[in-house]
């Protein structure tokens, strides 16, 4: 490059320089000036978050140093009584921003000038220049107002006491409620009797009878001493007590309800351990009072019923732990639905199901009787078919809609109908193309089908018919309770073949 150039470029560069230097010592001289101008009142000089220079009534009135004095400083100590002062200034648009005082009648006005990182900070006074001590008091007195405002418009009782139990300070509710009360002799402070006078933090449910009507109100009170003074609250929950008395009449219901079941209960909360039981459970499982309400957990619940053997007894007694632990999830899920048929000779229908709060309830009820019904009721049923087997005609009785219900093994022989051997219902349908195949064309035919499905009074009735293969049989049509009907095939004469055939199902129309 040649010389000529770089000497032109210095020459430049310095003179640029000098100009700069020029415009900012003006710049932070009408600043300072400004500054030091209201030296009588708060002036602040910010550079970011930072102050970078602050008048002496300023760092009197805030309480601070200039090396401590940062823009939260600031407005932790002004928001009180400025109330739209930003938290930080970086809110603010470049430019003036005139903030006034919050209460009426103060006439101070807050004047923020924004220039880039430069925020400078002023108060004005139009009643009083507050200056030193003056401006700390003012502040202070902000502070004041808007904590008076928030404690005397609060609507629970407030109030400060020295160490002797003498108060000091209280709000509008506390003398609300102190006038509601009933009058006594020499009246202390409210709640003395349950908080105390000791300087220990202290929180207790308190209960006072006011006048009209002489309804009982609960607060739950509190105190704890601050700058060597008992602070005191009260705060109502009638609600809460309310709810809670609720809560407890509900339970009782419930324990009472239970009580009546013949179901036994089991309730174990999210821990796994028994919440809640009935005493139809202490007689189904013949455990101990004691040991139910000392509240065991679930894998202790089953290993005391193993041990008095009121249930299967494990296959493998070395799994037992992950059977129980497989049990629990099961029913968690409210997939456990399981038959205990016991050594006694009891059986037993167990339930698991899932509820609320991630708590398992299992239902324990004595089926008994139930199985033993069902155990006689399906004798007397293969009894009955037998009885039927063993008579010398064939029975077939149909329900209502024309479905084969029962049939005899003569019948079955004669026909050749085997029904446990068929998927599908045998219909009176599919029973007439039978019959039409094996014999001779006849009427009567299409007239059973038609009375095995026909609703109202009917009487019985007798048709004979033909075989193919030369037998003759007499029908007997007859109406049986319920709307079924039974059909007697009783041989006139043999021709019918030895051995039963399977029965193909034909569509009804």
Not at 363 to 371: F, G, K, M
Not at 382 to 392: C, I, R, T, V, Y
Not at 437 to 451: D, H, R, T, Y
Not at 471 to 493: D, K, N, S, Y
Request: net charge neutral; aromatic share 8%.
């Amino acid at each position: 490059m040649p010389l000529i150039d770089i000497l032109t470029i210095t020459v430049v560069a310095c003179a640029a320089a000098t100009v700069a230097l020029v415009v900012c010592s003006r710049i932070w001289s009408r600043q300072m000036a400004s500054a030091d101008g209201m030296a009588g009142g708060i002036s602040i000089l910010f550079e970011g978050d930072y102050a970078t220079h602050a008048s002496p009534a300023t760092l009197v009135a805030l309480n601070s140093t200039l090396e401590d004095l940062t823009w939260d400083t600031m407005h932790d100590q002004l928001r009180h009584r400025f109330q739209h002062l930003p938290p930080e200034p970086g809110i603010l648009d470049e430019g003036v921003h005139h903030i006034p005082a919050l209460m009426a009648g103060d006439g101070a006005v807050l004047t923020v000038d924004r220039r880039g990182e430069i925020t400078t900070l002023s108060l004005a006074d139009t009643r009083e220049q507050a200056v030193g001590l003056g401006a700390r008091l003012r502040l202070l007195q902000a502070k004041i107002d808007t904590l008076e405002r928030s404690s005397i418009s609060a609507p629970y009782p407030m109030w400060q006491k020295t160490g002797d139990g003498r108060i000091i300070w209280k709000n509008a509710a506390y003398d609300s409620l102190a006038g509601s009360i009933e009058h006594t002799e020499a009246q202390p402070a409210l709640f003395d009797d349950v908080l105390g006078s000791t300087t220990t933090p202290v929180q207790r449910r308190a209960a006072v009878r006011t006048q009209p009507g002489g309804k009982i109100h609960w607060f739950d009170a509190s105190q704890r001493e601050v700058d060597g003074v008992i602070v005191s609250h009260a705060v109502n929950i009638d609600a809460v007590i309310d709810a809670e008395a609720a809560q407890r009449n509900f339970v009782q219901t419930l324990a009472k309800t239970f009580a009546q079941l013949s179901i036994g209960l089991a309730i174990f909360d999210r821990k796994g351990q028994l919440a809640l039981f009935n005493p139809a459970l202490v007689d189904l499982t013949r455990l101990p009072a004691e040991f139910l309400s000392a509240r065991p957990d679930l894998l202790s619940f089953f290993d005391r019923l193993r041990e008095n053997r009121m249930m299967p007894e494990p296959k493998n007694y070395g799994s037992w732990r992950q059977d129980i632990a497989d049990l629990i999830k099961a029913a968690a899920d409210g997939r456990y639905l399981e038959t205990w048929t016991l050594e006694s000779g009891q059986t037993y229908r167990v339930s698991g199901k899932p509820h609320p709060d991630r708590a398992v309830a299992f239902l324990i009820e004595d089926i008994s009787a139930e199985v033993a019904v069902t155990r006689n009721f399906r004798a007397e049923l293969e009894m009955g078919q037998s009885m039927m087997d063993a008579l010398p005609e064939g029975l077939a009785v149909f329900s209502p809609a024309g479905v084969l219900t029962m049939c005899n093994r003569v019948y079955s022989q004669m026909w050749g109908f085997d029904p446990d051997r068929c998927f599908a219902d045998i219909t009176i349908a599919d029973s007439v193309q039978v019959w039409r195949a094996e014999c001779v064309p006849n009427a009567a035919l299409a007239k059973i089908g038609e009375f095995v499905k026909s609703p109202g009074r009917r009487t019985e009735w007798r048709v004979d018919l033909k075989t193919r293969k030369g037998a003759e049989i007499r029908c007997t049509i007859t109406p049986v309770t319920g709307g079924a009907t039974m059909l007697q095939f009783h041989v006139l004469r043999h021709g019918f073949p030895k051995r039963p055939r399977q029965l193909k199902t034909v569509q009804s129309t």
